[in-house]
């Protein structure tokens, strides 16, 4: 093993965060013992859902928001593959190497171990607790592929908290998916602007005013992705495109100087939300009962079906402005809801906080009975 028998602490020191000190581990020839993994240590990779486009920003922009889905990582106890399925998607998520998170571990690990070795991972198990609603506009594809990716690279041997990490883990999940939006808040946290410049992905960060919160609308019908992009025109007049581009702007204001009144507008598109939900579900609707019960802005998150309106806010800083803001933030959950509903469309209403907080990982070492974390 690649590691030995050493306790994940002193390992970590294997792997500099120093860009160009990464020390490759000691590749040998079992398939269990090749792995940066004690049999007494479980890796844990957290990833955030990201709600993408925000309007006017197709493709481009995106933020983070509390809701995470988890996947664990150890030996299996019976020495065979495992995946078990925890929380949302368990009824239909494939259980054996087809499923996503799977996929994506062992595309991780080939990328870090340089195309030397695929990862077996028959001795393995895998625990998939997910809190993200697949297939409702809320990135879980990203999440499972931003977490699978990033459990590969780890149990190659990188440590994914340095930047030169999470920079290969934005190109290999934009490869994959295609679009940045959901996969760069899902690593770096909070709003992220992404593109592609040549073979490169590049993200950067915008504020979010302290305070705000985010009610969600979603609704209990699933809606994929795929689908719903391959039904958009591919073709923009040019007022079309001054439409949005005006708005993508403001939008970045708004948010960067902490000016709520400029984020109705600046979250208004007319490339892709409305041709995916007016006639489905009553998007309009539901976006103007948002903003009549008193939110800032409210668009489709993703590709939908999730509809997110945006609350609160340290506007002046004033002790009970966060009770107010909570108790707006479920006014609007419920005005969106009843919208929904006079449309025939049942769902669920949660209100959630953006977050900063992208992947994390770490490992849990059982010594004895005794559960050490070694945060990475
Ligand atoms: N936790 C998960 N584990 C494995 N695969 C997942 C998970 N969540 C989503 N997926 C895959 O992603 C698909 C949904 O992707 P997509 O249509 O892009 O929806 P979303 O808007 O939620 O990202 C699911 O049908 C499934 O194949
Ligand atoms: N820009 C993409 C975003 C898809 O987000 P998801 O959360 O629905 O996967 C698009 O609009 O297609």
Same mark, same amino acid.
């Given at each position: ?223 994929? +992705?795929? *689908?719903?992009?391959? #039904?958009?025109? =591919?073709?923009?007049?040019?007022? $079309?495109? /001054? ?111 953006? +977050?900063? *907080?992208?992947?994390? #990982?770490?490992? =849990?070492?059982?010594?004895?009975? $005794?559960? /050490?974390?070694?945060?990475?």
């Amino acid at each position: 093993m690649g590691s030995g028998g050493m306790p994940a602490k002193d390992r970590k020191l294997r792997w500099s965060s120093d860009v160009d000190q990464w020390e490759k581990p000691d590749f040998t020839s079992q398939s269990s013992d090749c792995i940066a993994l004690n049999r007494n240590e479980c890796l844990t990779v957290s990833v955030p859902a990201t709600t993408a486009n925000i309007g006017p920003g197709f493709d481009s922009l995106g933020f983070a928001v509390d809701l995470r889905n988890d996947v664990t990582v150890e030996f299996s106890p019976t020495g065979t593959f495992i995946l078990e399925l925890k929380g949302e998607g368990c009824d239909f998520l494939p259980r054996d190497e087809t499923n996503a998170v799977i996929e994506a571990v062992k595309k991780g690990y080939r990328f870090q171990s340089n195309d030397e070795r695929e990862l077996d991972v028959s001795a393995l198990k895998f625990t998939s607790t997910n809190r993200i609603p697949p297939a409702r506009g809320l990135g879980s594809s990203s999440a499972a592929l931003v977490c699978g990716l990033a459990a590969g690279m780890t149990l190659a041997g990188s440590d994914v908290s340095t930047a030169r990490a999470r920079r290969d883990l934005l190109n290999l999940a934009c490869e994959v998916e295609g679009h940045p939006d959901n996969v760069a808040p899902a690593i770096f946290g909070g709003f992220q602007i992404a593109l592609s410049d040549e073979n490169e992905w590049i993200t950067s960060s915008v504020n979010i005013p302290e305070g705000m919160l985010c009610s969600l609308f979603i609704p209990d019908f699933h809606s994929l +992705t795929s *689908e719903t992009r391959a #039904a958009l025109s =591919d073709k923009l007049t040019q007022a $079309e495109a /001054v439409f949005n581009i005006g708005r993508t702007a403001t939008l970045i204001n708004a948010f960067n100087q902490s000016d709520f009144r400029l984020m109705k507008i600046g979250t208004q598109d007319i490339m892709h939300q409305h041709q995916r939900g007016d006639k489905q579900f009553g998007l309009d609707k539901i976006i103007a009962a948002a903003i009549g019960a008193g939110a800032h802005c409210c668009f489709l998150s993703g590709a939908g079906p999730t509809v997110l309106a945006m609350t609160g806010g340290d506007e002046n800083g004033k002790i009970g402005d966060s009770t107010i803001a909570a108790i707006t933030a479920e006014r609007v959950a419920e005005a969106m809801s009843d919208a929904a509903k006079e449309f025939g469309v049942e769902g669920q209403a949660l209100i959630v906080e953006p +977050t900063m *907080e992208g992947i994390s #990982a770490w490992i =849990d070492v059982f010594d004895d009975g $005794e559960d /050490v974390v070694d945060m990475m």
